[in-house]
Nanobody, 119 residues
Framework: QVRLVESGGGLVQPGGSLRLSCVASGLAFSRYAMSWYRQAPGKERELVAFIPNPGAGTHYADSVKGRFTISRDNGKNTVYMQMDSLKPEDTAVYYC????????????WGQGTQVTVSS
């Protein structure tokens, strides 16, 4: 069974930092593009950051550009997101997503980790 497990969320003050991790199992990790999405209460899920396996085409939402950094370690089947200079509007549940590259079929989601930015 494919499983994506997020961790690293929590409560942080504005201006603080968090590092999210997502460990994947049950899939060929290097054949999947990895993304972080987030969803605030009452709002639709939005793409935050995206990284294909080679690292080319890395994408960030305008709202987090310059503050968040996505990375991956294929040897550990893990994707990370370093979040700096956090703002209250970053408060959301953050979800890890794996989408198959090329001929690889699959689109999988983790269960999410809560990030709360509040003073």
């Amino acid at each position: 069974q494919v499983r994506l497990v997020e961790s690293g969320g929590g409560l942080v003050q504005p201006g603080g930092s968090l590092r999210l991790s997502c460990v994947a199992s049950g899939l060929a990790f290097s054949r999947y593009a990895m993304s972080w999405y987030r969803q605030a209460p009452g709002k639709e899920r939005e793409l935050v950051a995206f990284i294909p396996n080679p690292g080319a085409g890395t994408h960030y939402a305008d709202s987090v550009k310059g503050r968040f950094t996505i990375s991956r370690d294929n040897g550990k089947n893990t994707v990370y997101m370093q979040m700096d200079s956090l703002k209250p509007e970053d408060t959301a549940v953050y979800y890890c997503n794996a989408r198959g590259l090329g001929a690889t079929t699959g689109n999988y989601w983790g269960q999410g980790t809560q990030v709360t930015v509040s003073s």
